[in-house]
């Protein structure tokens, strides 16, 4: 799968992927919140800054403008 949309204000964009278990994490490792999704991921509620993304046990970095 592909993370398109990266850095972003509102949503993680995904394509590729099917009903995919998603984890996120704040930069200091801390859970934020976790869930299955086909397309994309709403972070519109978190603040700026940088973020981490674990899908299928890789994480991904993931900017909030």
Excluded: A, M, W
């Excluded at 799968?1 to 984890?23: A, K, R």
């Amino acid at each position: 799968g592909e993370l398109t949309t990266n850095p972003t204000n509102d949503f993680i964009n995904l394509s590729g992927l099917q009903n995919v278990y998603y984890e996120f994490f704040n930069i200091n490792g801390k859970f934020i919140s976790s869930g299955y999704t086909n397309k994309r991921i709403n972070i519109s509620n978190l603040p700026c800054g940088l973020y981490y993304l674990r899908i299928n046990n890789h994480l991904q970095k993931v900017i909030k403008q």
